[in-house]
């Protein structure tokens, strides 16, 4: 009973997690965004900072530190978080043209798959309605990285 419990509760932290930041990026889209990549920035450094003093407090028998590459993902992982704590404004760029090329790679994929698929049936011209639309959306996207982010 203790469980199931606490699997509801659980599902209502994450509801209402997901509603306040849903609420956030409507009402302050610009700056809720810009503050999500630090928050996730943040994600990123404390991993990275418990990984590199879990390293320097763990000492082999001989009493040196044996090198492992646990320390080096940490310390990417802390300059990664600081970097998008410190230019969150470039990786949203960076993120837009991302999803810019996705959309656009996405889109042409479909309807690709959709020629490719009236060699064994009729497709209706409307099926291609969500894949162009998808398409356009990601070269808009691609031309017009910080306005579409707004």
Do not use: D
């Not at 469980?3 to 700056?31: E, N, Y």
């Amino acid at each position: 009973m203790e469980k199931k419990s606490s699997v509801i509760a659980f599902a209502l932290m994450r509801g209402i997690t997901a509603l306040l930041i849903g609420t956030l990026l409507v009402f302050w889209s610009q700056s809720a965004v810009l503050y999500l990549i630090m928050v996730i920035g943040c994600l990123f450094l404390i991993p990275g900072l418990f990984s590199l003093l879990t390293y320097y407090r763990k000492v082999s028998p001989e009493g040196t530190h044996r090198f492992g590459w646990a320390q080096v993902l940490g310390v990417g992982s802390i300059l990664f978080g600081l970097c998008l704590i410190v230019s969150p404004a470039f990786f949203e760029r960076s993120l837009m043209y991302a999803l810019g090329i996705i959309l656009s790679y996405a889109g042409l994929s479909e309807i690709i798959q959709l020629v490719t698929a009236r060699q064994w049936m009729r497709v209706p011209g409307a099926f291609y309605l969500t894949p162009i639309l998808v398409m356009l959306t990601g070269i808009f996207i691609l031309i017009n990285p910080i306005e579409s982010a707004n």
